[in-house]
């Protein structure tokens, strides 16, 4: 068990292999951080798809508005939209994206991120300085390892819940 040193800034995903703990980092992203908090504690996230995952390099999802797995998501359309929040500004850092970290995911524009978001499968430093990084898995990589691949995948695997882990 990874020891969770701050309840409130640490996220529980449900992967269909087990639990992914993500430690987010409010003293770097804080706008970010708040989001996802705000999210996985309306329920936005349980049941969203990964639709973009690509082998060596990172799975994305997030798309609350066209993803959810139980609606019957469109795979054309996910991906493409984001919550009813406005979009946030980038809160760019010198933290780099490494295996595990967590990046908000945007259009061209560097302040549309919103609800979406990707783990990193391998350090990915050419993202650096362009894409918010604002959490890291601190348990269960494994489970994001085995997420199925593809643009998007055919059977997309799904975040099963996502909790903030002072509520769990």
């Known amino acids: 068990m990874a020891e969770i040193k ?3 800034n640490t996220i529980l995903m449900e992967l269909k292999g087990g639990t992914v703990t993500i430690e987010l980092l409010p003293d770097v992203a804080p ?3 708040e989001r996802m908090k705000e999210l996985a504690r309306a329920g936005a996230y349980d049941n969203v798809v990964f639709h973009r995952v690509i082998d060596g390099f990172m799975a ?3 798309d609350v508005a066209h993803g959810n797995a139980e609606d019957g ?3 054309r359309r996910a991906g493409t939209g984001g919550s ?4 946030l500004p980038a809160e760019f850092s010198k933290l780099p994206h490494d295996r595990g970290t967590l990046g908000a995911a945007r259009s061209q524009n560097p302040n549309s991120a919103n609800s979406q978001f990707f783990i990193n499968f391998s350090d990915n430093h050419f993202l650096n300085g362009q ?10 990589m494994e489970h994001v390892d085995e997420i199925l691949r593809g ?3 055919m059977n997309p695997d799904r975040m099963i819940s996502v909790k903030v882990a002072a509520d769990a």
């Open 6 to 8: 701050d309840p409130e």
């Open 31 to 33: 706008k970010h951080a």
């Open 60 to 62: 994305q999802t997030g």
């Open 73 to 75: 998501f469109d795979l």
């Open 84 to 87: 009813e929040m406005p979009d």
């Open 131 to 140: 894409y918010t990084v604002y959490g890291r898995v601190i348990e269960g």
């Open 151 to 153: 643009e998007p995948p």
